[in-house]
């Protein structure tokens, strides 16, 4: 759907919106062009080609419910400028960016303008939208640091006046807040990298900030939810060592000798206090992807294992099998952490990674789609593995929704899956076509139609064999809407 003619863009963030319409959001360099009508193999023509002024640029862009680009607003400076993560604020009339900045960046248009400034390292800033035709309502510098990098943002469940988390990493300093009330945290050593969270409420100012995790071996910044009752979870991936909450009494440490990455996941109350914290223990690399949260307080986790992975190690044991290769995952656990249930797609010696999750919940019901990629073979598997009195292995079942690649063998191709509340396959789909090709985003529109955003490269089929069957030739990012 958009393409760039130097380096490739970054997506950030999927939206829905009322009407059927949908945000993208993600950062770019040079230029980045849209087409005013759904691509096929003819080329398309050109709607709006959006220019960085320097380096990379942050991007937003509303797309319409048939596929047309309706606007596209670039933001940023002669720095490098970069949109993290975004979210649909006030029922659909906001949408709510975070990101990084260096130097001046510019937000809006003329009338309505405005630049903040970061004199050293990296800046962070929000911006919110308009959605009906993005006009800027107002943009705000709201912390600086070193190292900046893989920023998360949750929105309160009351809606943007009531605040919102922000988590991300940082070596050395981290300032978040503006003036007097501002919090400043430190890594423990040099070297040291650390996970921060931080509340924020409606008008920009921190309520409060905390290192959620430091880590000597390394770390990644996986998901980060708020929770029902003013909470947040956050989720990510460790080597060599991990300490949760470092420096306070519910200090916990997980050390692991053999230096794979592992699975964390921790919960803070609303006022900052870790209320638990939990490692998933395997035998080779695995990765935390997203973390959101179900009205009845559960959380969902997506990623990818290797082998036999342990959810959680020396807790409420879960385990969930590996076919070989990195395999895609998606785990439903109670608000304390108590497993409920696993679900993976085995990628028989290939490799596959769930990337995003999105939850329809309607009539005390919840559909859990995800989406991600594979290559070689992948299946879904019922039933799911399951945690009852003890850990259990899922009986040997024939594989459903049995997933191919489109294109080359050991080129990855996008997946959608929709699984029920209770951890069964419902549908499984996919997409791609000679390249490297990842569903990144998946989001609902209001009648339920899943929304799936990400990156293909070279031809890609979508909706291979069905009537509305539509291939991409030209471009980097795509946005493809299913049927519920």
């Not at 992807?289 to 997506?302: K, N």
Request: net charge neutral; proline share 4%.
């Amino acid at each position: 759907m958009g393409t760039i003619p130097q380096k490739k863009p970054c997506l950030r963030g999927l939206g829905a919106l009322p009407g059927g319409r949908a945000l993208l959001a993600g950062s770019f360099f040079g230029g980045l062009v849209f087409p005013s009508r759904l691509e096929t193999w003819s080329s398309p023509r050109k709607w709006s080609d959006l220019k960085s002024k320097g380096s990379w640029d942050g991007f937003l862009a509303c797309i319409g419910p048939f596929g047309k680009v309706l606007w596209g607003k670039a933001l940023g400076g002669k720095g490098e400028d970069r949109v993290e993560a975004l979210e649909i604020v006030q029922g659909g009339r906001g949408a709510f960016l975070l990101g990084l900045f260096h130097g001046d960046a510019s937000f809006g248009e003329i009338p309505r303008t405005e630049t903040i400034t970061c004199g050293r390292g990296t800046g962070i800033f929000t911006a919110l939208y308009d959605t009906e035709g993005g006009t800027l309502v107002r943009a705000r510098k709201i912390g600086e640091g070193d190292s900046l990098q893989d920023l998360r943002l949750a929105v309160l469940s009351g809606g943007i006046g009531d605040g919102y988390y922000v988590s991300g990493l940082f070596r050395r300093r981290i300032t978040l807040g503006r003036g007097e009330g501002s919090v400043s945290l430190n890594a423990a050593a040099d070297g040291e990298e650390a996970l921060f969270l931080a509340r924020f409420d409606g008008e920009d100012q921190v309520v409060w900030a905390v290192k959620a995790a430091t880590s000597r071996g390394g770390l990644l910044s996986g998901g980060l939810c708020a929770m029902p009752d003013g909470s947040a979870a956050v989720a990510g991936s460790f080597k060599g060592d991990l300490a949760a909450a470092p420096g306070t009494k519910r200090e916990t440490r997980f050390g692991v000798s053999h230096g794979y990455w592992e699975i964390f996941m921790a919960r803070f109350g609303p006022g900052g206090v870790m209320m638990w914290a939990r490692h998933a223990a395997g035998r080779a690399d695995d990765f935390a992807g997203a973390l959101v949260s179900s009205s009845d307080g559960s959380l969902f986790l997506s990623g990818g294992l290797h082998h036999t992975v342990h959810f959680w190690e020396g807790k409420e044991e879960m385990e969930i099998g590996s076919g070989g290769g990195l395999n895609s995952f998606l785990a439903r656990f109670q608000g304390d952490g108590t497993p409920v249930w696993g679900a993976r797609g085995a990628a028989y010696g290939g490799r596959g990674e769930g990337l995003d999750i999105a939850l329809r919940e309607e009539g005390g019901e919840v559909n859990v789609y995800f989406t991600g990629f594979f290559n070689k073979l992948v299946s879904f598997k019922e039933p799911p593995y399951g945690y009852k009195n003890g850990p259990t292995r899922a009986q040997k079942q024939p594989y459903s929704f049995l997933l191919s690649p489109t294109g080359k063998e050991n080129r990855e191709d996008v997946f959608l899956a929709c699984l029920r509340g209770n951890g069964e396959t419902a549908w499984a789909a996919r997409a791609g076509g000679i390249g490297d090709d990842e569903g990144l985003f998946v989001t609902i529109l209001p009648d339920g139609s899943p929304l799936v955003a990400g990156t293909f490269m070279g031809p890609a089929t979508f909706g291979l064999g069905e009537p509305n069957q539509t291939v991409l030739v030209q471009g980097t990012l795509f946005l493809a809407k299913y049927r519920p």
